[in-house]
């Protein structure tokens, strides 16, 4: 098994659906963890989108990495670009890797109606899960 920590900034949703798609398509080869820098809460739209695709994350909670119940990881991929700049130093063999995906609650600011902002973070939510789909193979 490999142990990857997706880290963001809040954990709040890029992170939070990487672990969801994780467990939820790799489980068999990723142990699948998140966490953030700070804690802004399970983002809701996230909690949405990822039921629509069939995967429940609504008992995911927003962490930070001394909340976790392992330090010692293979990967720590992060998720935005504010997470690389201020990862943590990881102790050992971890590799940390960075995947940026936009920031959906970002992208969804200048839209106005829920279904307009919906779509941003679906968009975002499969891009997420194409990334998935090829773990562990794609790590250097």
Known sequence: MVKI?????????????AEGWARALKSDVVEAYSAGIETHGLNPYAVKVMAEAGVNISA???????????????????????????????????????????????????WQ?????????????????TFIEKLPEILP
Do not use: W
Not at 113 to 129: F, M, N, P, S, W
């Open 60 to 110: 995911q909670k927003s962490k930070l990495v001394p909340d976790l119940p392992t330090q010692e990881f293979d990967y720590v991929i992060t998720v935005c670009g504010n997470a690389r700049e201020s990862c943590p130093v990881f102790p050992g063999k971890t590799r940390v890797v960075h995947v940026s995906f936009d920031d959906p609650p970002r992208l969804a600011e200048s």
């Open 5 to 17: 920590l997706f880290l963001c900034t809040g954990n709040s949703c890029r992170s939070q659906m």
């Open 113 to 129: 109606t829920g279904e307009e902002k919906l779509a941003c973070y679906r968009r975002v939510r499969d891009e997420i899960r």
